[in-house]
C-alpha cells in the first residue's frame, strides 16, 4: 500500500542523547516534511524539502536537522535531546510543494518522550 | 502575526448536523485547508477552498469567506466515526501552512 512510513512509532529516550526518525515514502512525492504536534498547539512545520537535494527551516528547527540525500527518504536528527522536544512527530509529503491544493498525506506518527 | 482560531471542543449527536468554525489572520493567502484525525492517527485531508463559497463533498461541506477570514466545515448526518479532531489550516502568502490547534468533536448516540 502506497504511503508514509515512519519509524520508530514510539521511543522513550534520555535526554543528551542523539536520535534519528526515519520517514519513507513511495509516492515519489516531490515535497516532505516534517511537523511536530503538541497538545492544544497546531502542527508547527519543523523542516521541508521541496525537492531532493534541497532543505529549508520551518516555524521550529532549533534542535533539529534534516537530510533529503533522495526523493523517498527524508530523516529528521535530533542531536542531543532535551525534555521540550517530547512530542509527536508526523512527517508528510505533497506531490509538489504547497502552492496550489498542495495536499499533504501524513504518516502515521512517531511518539517520542524525552527523560 | 499569523493565527488559527477554532474551538476546543464540540460536542453533537448523532444522525444531526454540526458546523465546526475557524478564523484566520494570514499574511496573504493561499487558500484553507480541513483535515481530519481520529484520536492516535495521522490527519487526512477532508477539503481545499481558494474562492469564496460553499464545497460539497458527500455529507462533509467546506464554506470560506475570504473578506471575514472565516471558514466553517459542515457535517451532516453524523455517524459515531465522525468523532475526531478537525484541523483547519491557512496557506499564507509564503505557501506555508498555518495550523489551527483543532477542534475535538465528540458525537453522543
Known amino acids: 500500500i502506497a504511503g508514509i512510513t515512519q519509524a520508530p512509532t514510539s521511543q522513550i529516550l534520555a535526554a543528551g542523547r542523539r536520535m534519528t526518525l526515519r520517514c519513507t515514502q513511495d509516492?515519489?512525492?516531490?515535497?516532505m516534511y516534517w511537523y511536530r504536534q503538541d497538545l492544544g498547539l497546531g502542527l508547527r512545520l519543523i523542516h521541508y524539502?521541496?525537492?531532493?537535494?534541497?532543505?529549508g527551516k520551518g516555524e521550529v528547527p532549533d534542535g533539529y536537522s534534516v537530510s533529503r540525500a533522495n526523493t523517498d527518504d527524508f530523516p529528521l536528527t535530533l542531536a542531543s535531546a532535551v525534555p521540550s522536544q517530547t512530542s509527536v512527530y508526523f512527517c508528510?509529503?505533497?506531490?509538489?510543494?504547497?502552492?496550489?491544493?498542495?495536499?499533504?498525506?501524513f504518516g502515521e506518527g512517531s511518539r517520542l518522550t524525552v527523560l | 502575526g499569523q493565527n488559527i482560531d477554532q474551538p476546543t471542543e464540540m460536542t453533537a449527536t448523532e444522525g444531526a448536523i454540526v458546523q465546526i468554525n475557524c478564523t484566520y489572520q494570514?499574511?496573504?493567502?493561499?487558500?484553507l485547508f480541513w483535515y481530519q484525525q481520529h484520536a492516535g492517527e495521522a490527519p487526512t485531508f477532508l477539503s481545499y477552498?481558494?474562492l469564496d463559497g460553499l464545497e460539497e463533498k458527500g455529507r462533509f461541506s467546506s464554506f470560506l469567506s475570504r473578506s471575514k477570514g472565516y471558514s466553517y466545515l459542515l457535517l451532516k448526518e453524523l455517524q459515531m466515526k465522525d468523532s475526531a479532531s478537525y484541523l483547519c489550516?491557512?496557506?499564507?502568502?509564503?505557501?506555508?501552512?498555518?495550523w489551527g490547534a483543532g477542534t475535538k468533536l465528540i458525537i453522543k448516540p
Open positions: 508528510a509529503s505533497s506531490e509538489s510543494g504547497l502552492a496550489g491544493t498542495g495536499e499533504l498525506f
Open positions: 509516492m515519489r512525492h516531490n515535497a
Open positions: 524539502s521541496n525537492t531532493a537535494g534541497t532543505t
Open positions: 494570514t499574511s496573504g493567502f493561499n487558500g
Open positions: 477552498n481558494v
Open positions: 489550516a491557512a496557506l499564507d502568502s509564503n505557501y506555508q501552512l498555518i
